[in-house]
């Protein structure tokens, strides 16, 4: 399936790093609660690709929340990518991967980090049929979800191109 270098990896990873930093616009809060609202959520998340850790913010309160990202911009998110996840003995209810399964190193070892350390659904937001850029190193289709996750249970367009889907494992 689809691999990059290391080196792309890492290049990629410093221009998203770069832009986050000089980002003007606030996120799109709106959006991850419309996402929370819309599938299941368990006692336990994880938060895959974290970045600034948006998710946390639109999660029920009593919601035990774990960050995930290989470049963690806070000491709160543990240091780790998709595909180091195998190395993880903590399982949990929901695993989220918003907007950070086009920049993996892997994208099918990425899907099964997150198959090892759920125990009940997978939430993947992320573009389909882009063309990787700058700041991205795959394109995503839905067949690679599909050959690694299964069928899954709910899909939704939510912007042009950009899709929301939940798995059950």
Not at 89 to 102: I, K, P, Q
Not at 116 to 131: D, E, Q, R
Request: charged share 30%.
């Amino acid at each position: 399936m689809k691999e990059v270098s290391i080196e792309e990896w890492k290049d990629k990873a410093i221009n998203l790093t770069k832009w986050r930093e000089n980002r003007t616009t606030e996120p799109n809060l709106d959006l991850y609660k419309d996402i929370v609202n819309m599938v299941t959520v368990g006692e336990t998340v994880a938060d895959v690709g974290a970045g600034q850790c948006h998710l946390r913010k639109c999660l029920p309160e009593n919601v035990r929340y774990t960050a995930f990202d290989p470049f963690p911009l806070t000491q709160d998110v543990n240091d780790f990518s998709a595909e180091e996840l195998n190395l993880i003995n903590n399982r949990y209810d929901t695993v989220f991967m918003l907007s950070a399964l086009d920049n993996v190193i892997n994208v099918k070892e990425s899907l099964e980090g997150l198959k090892t350390v759920s125990k009940g659904n997978i939430v993947i937001l992320t573009g389909i049929g882009i063309k990787p850029d700058v700041y991205h190193t795959h394109q995503i289709d839905r067949k690679d979800l599909v050959d690694v996750l299964g069928e899954p249970v709910k899909e939704a367009e939510l912007l042009k191109n950009v899709w929301l889907f939940e798995f059950e494992v």
